[in-house]
């Protein structure tokens, strides 16, 4: 990553790339990111940061299907106005509309527990829950997905699976159906719907991931949206 110095008091800046901006470490002075020099910077898409993102999919054309825009929209204001993983979690929690049979940090808690059997296995000590998303009908427990502060962790009837968020190569977006979801690295078994009442919901739960990924590794490759 290319070295800058601070204008205010000429320590080395640090790039923030879910922010796309330069922060110092000492005096808070922010600035906008900007391109490596000699690269031509990548045009951001429907509000999605190009320092985060590959968007190989051409999602302009589907902003017009309000579940997809709904989403999408969201996901692009998480991260333009949150500056971490912990104050968007605060907003799936205090802002969004969790359904009855999900939670998240401070809502239906309870569930977490019922889920815990299921995942023990999958988790390290200490590590935290801050979603869960019940998928199955009259199945609560057993057909899931859960968001960790390491991992996503995918559960149905017999199997349960898991994903780093630093391992996460893409999320490939589905709307067919009258319905919108996201399948994690692209695989059938690793399917993200809506933990709340709108698919807003949805698109701060893809932003949660995608902080949480950064976060645990800056320099890592950007996250195709396929």
Aim: hydrophobic share 35%; aromatic share 10%.
């Amino acid at each position: 990553m290319e070295s800058k110095k601070c204008a205010s008091c000429g320590a080395n800046l640090e790039f923030i790339r879910t922010r796309n901006m330069w922060v110092c470490p000492f005096c808070n002075s922010q600035y906008e990111g900007t391109a490596e020099e000699g690269e031509e910077k990548a045009k951001d898409v429907c509000g999605l940061s190009s320092a985060l993102y590959r968007i190989e999919k051409d999602l302009e054309s589907k902003m017009d299907e309000k579940r997809v825009s709904e989403c999408i929209n969201t996901l692009a204001f998480c991260l333009k106005t949150f500056g971490s993983s912990a104050e968007v979690s605060d907003y799936i929690s205090k802002k969004c509309s969790i359904k009855d049979e999900c939670a998240a940090k401070g809502v239906n808690e309870d569930k977490f527990k019922l889920i815990m059997p299921r995942i023990q296995s999958e988790i390290d000590p200490g590590e935290i829950i801050l979603l869960y998303v019940n998928k199955g009908i009259f199945s609560q427990g057993k057909e899931f997905y859960a968001i960790t502060d390491k991992r996503c962790i995918f559960a149905d009837k017999k199997n349960c699976k898991s994903v780093l968020h630093t391992d996460i190569g893409s999320f490939r977006l589905d709307d067919s159906f009258d319905t919108c979801a996201f399948y994690v690295n692209g695989a059938n078994g690793m399917q993200m719907t809506t933990p709340g009442s709108t698919y807003k919901e949805l698109g701060a739960a893809v932003a949660l991931i995608t902080y949480l990924s950064f976060e645990q590794a800056p320099d890592r490759e950007t996250i195709s949206i396929c």
